[in-house]
Each structure stands twice: as C-alpha cells, then as structure tokens.
C-alpha cells in the first residue's frame, strides 16, 4: 500500500490551519489524531506492559489476545487507511471526500484512542493499589463522589447500563475541575464526544468479555475492579488538572 500518511509538515500543519473550512467534528478528530503520529507518520498498535495471561482470571489470555493483536490492530490499520484517504483528498481539495470520510475517522480513531487508554487503565492482578489519604486522585474522588466505592458502584452501573456497544468512563470536567462519570457510544471518543479529559475507560463492547463472562456483563464490570492501574489515573488526573 502506499504509505501517504501526512508525512510533510507543512500539509500537516496546513490541515489545522485550513480547518476552519471542515465541519467542526472532523476537525477536532483530525487535529487530536494528527498530534498522536509516529515518526513514520502511521499510527502502530502500542505494546502492553504486561503479558496476555497477566490479568487473569478477570479477563483471560484468551480475551486479551483477541482483543490487542486483533479488534485494536483493527481499529489502526482501518484509521491509516482513512488518513491516507485523508491525505489524498487534502492534498486535491476534495471537500466532499473529505466530508466522507468523518465516520471512518471517528469509529477507528476513537478506537485507537478508547484501546490505548484502556490498555494503560489495566494491570497484573495483584498490582492493583487503590488511592488512599490525600494525594489527588482520593480528594478529587472524595469531593466528587464522597468515596471511592461510591464512585465505583456510579461508574459501574453507568457502565452497565450503556445500551449496546460503548464505554463507561471517569473524566475530568476542566470547567468545573471535578471528575464525574459518563458513557460514550460505539467507539466515540470521550472528548471529543463530550469535552471531558478520559481517566479511566470501561470498554463494554461484547468483544471485551463474552469469552470469560458470557451475556454477563454486571459480572465483568463488578470484576474489572481489582486490576485497575490506579497510578495511571491519578497521573491522567493530575496532567489534566494543569490544562
Ligand atoms: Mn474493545
């Protein structure tokens, strides 16, 4: 395939000059997608810093395998096409094209961007550390939620409740610097979709946990507790809070 990924930085640069002339939810996806490419240019599927049998038994090698090496790898090759055609249509001013290609943008950049996070939101069972005393991901769960299991048991079933296929999520609310939970649909992207900086991701499609739960979902929501990477929460939080 040729690789024609917005490579010159000019036409990069030119995308978010000239994006004034897109309807504005291509925009936001271009922009926040061109800013996460690597030198190359392509997106790539990120390692996991854990094996696939590390999260087990809550989500099973099995599951883990399918879910990186295939639905995200997916979700990336599908997003290079898509800029790629992006590109294309740029660089011959094709608006309609251009126009065209929103939901493929959308669906596999927001799938990109939804696995990524999700990745680093997961850890080793047994590395899991819930935020105690008065670092700040516990105050801002405090001020916010009341307590840690009060947030929990909102997110969850918030999560639970997602009609479909879709995400559950924890996230940073700039205007008002309080986390509050929210749900996406498909693979709409947390902020682009509502303006709240992503935290923490529940990814509920089927895909996530039909091998080990079945039709269960409440299960795997309730599960997905003890193997969340708390660190990496408080670190979003706090990157967050500076923006
Ligand atoms: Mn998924």
Same mark, same amino acid.
């Given at each position: 395939m040729m690789k024609k990924v917005i490579t010159n930085p000019s036409l990069r640069s030119a995308v978010n000059l000239r994006?004034?002339?897109?309807p504005e939810e291509v925009s936001s996806h271009a922009s926040a997608l061109l800013s996460s490419l690597s030198v190359d240019g392509t997106h790539k599927l990120p390692d996991l810093?854990?094996?696939?049998? /590390?999260?087990?038994? #809550?989500?099973?090698a099995e599951t883990m395998t399918i879910h990186h090496s295939k639905h995200h790898n997916t979700y990336v090759t599908n997003l290079n096409v898509a800029l790629e055609k992006l590109d294309t249509a740029m660089s011959s001013g094709d608006v309609s094209t251009i126009i065209s290609l929103e939901g493929a943008l959308k669906f596999n950049g927001g799938g990109h961007v939804n696995h990524t996070l999700f990745w680093e939101n997961i850890c080793a069972v047994g590395e899991s550390s819930e935020p105690t005393g008065d670092g700040p991901l516990s105050s801002s769960i405090t001020e916010s939620f009341g307590d840690i299991e009060t947030m929990k048991k909102d997110l969850s079933a918030a999560t639970i409740a997602v009609q479909g296929s879709g995400w559950g999520w924890l996230g940073y609310n700039p205007k008002t610097a309080r986390i509050e939970c929210a749900t996406c649909a498909n693979q709409n992207p947390l902020q682009a979709t509502t303006g709240l900086i992503p935290l923490l991701g529940i990814d #509920?499609?089927?895909? /996530?946990y039909y091998v080990d739960y079945r039709n269960v979902r409440p299960d795997y929501v309730n599960a997905i507790w003890s193997v969340i990477n708390w660190s990496t929460v408080e670190k979003r939080l706090v990157d967050a809070s500076k923006k």
């Open positions: 994006s004034s002339i897109f810093k854990y094996d696939y049998d /590390a999260i087990q038994p #809550v989500i099973s #509920v499609w089927e895909h /996530a």
